[in-house]
């Protein structure tokens, strides 16, 4: 298997290519921007992106849907309660942060479902809160968390569909009760590591000691 962390954008947004190495299929999480860059490390790596995945559907993270799927035909998946927000976002917002609009999801999912490219499965953990259908991606190891939950912080939930009650109880009941050790990949650059723990984000994020 492959992981790669990428900062895209201009927003410090974290773009993940995750592949497996012997079948060659792969998927990138929430490509924002700079899809040129995350295609040719999938190419160095042998690796044919097969579904671009969205953590959720705010403007910042589904910029670059449209140029990622022209170029490499894959599927978009998303929450179901989110993929709404995937071909309705205002040409302002699209205008102010320089993105596309995104196609329509090929594919919606919902909590407990899984995502397969070879032999890796990510397993969908429905975590609202910073927007309706925010959800996080779990697999031996590792979490990554999208907007939800940041190193050391949390997503924000001034945003319409948004709800801290929601969030704190997404982030207590289905993130904090994974494995310690379970590496934490936020969705933004926003921390003072560019990962965290399981173990760490209960010791030390103030929103939850």
């Known amino acids: 298997m492959i992981l790669k962390q990428m900062q ?3 927003m410090a947004v974290f773009a993940y290519l995750i592949g497996d190495t012997e079948s060659g299929e792969g998927l990138v999480i929430d ?4 899809t040129k860059d995350i295609i040719s490390v999938a190419e160095e790596n042998n690796i044919t992106i097969k579904y671009i995945v969205n953590t959720h559907g705010h403007v ?3 910029g670059g849907n449209a140029d990622m799927k022209e170029r490499t035909g894959a599927e978009i998946i998303i929450h179901e309660s989110d993929a709404d927000m995937l071909v309705s976002t205002p040409e302002v917002m699209l205008r102010m942060f320089q993105a596309k609009s995104s196609p329509p999801a090929d594919i919606t999912v ?3 479902d899984t995502i397969t490219v070879g032999k890796v499965k990510l397993n ?3 975590t609202p809160g910073h927007s309706p259908g925010g959800m996080s991606l779990y697999m031996p190891g590792y979490v990554f968390t999208g907007d939800t939950l940041f190193v050391e912080s949390v997503g924000r939930t001034d945003l319409p569909g948004g709800s801290w009650e929601i969030m704190f109880n997404s982030i207590r009941n289905h993130l904090l009760s ?10 933004h650059n926003y921390g003072r ?3 965290s ?3 760490h984000e209960k010791k030390y994020n103030p929103f939850f000691r």
């Open 31 to 34: 490509p924002a921007a700079d």
């Open 8 to 10: 895209v954008g201009n």
């Open 197 to 199: 723990t399981i173990k």
């Open 193 to 195: 590591f560019p990962t």
């Open 110 to 112: 919902k909590d407990g």
């Open 60 to 62: 910042d993270h589904i």
């Open 178 to 187: 994974l494995p310690e050790d379970t590496v934490v990949l936020p969705g």
């Open 124 to 126: 969908v953990i429905h």
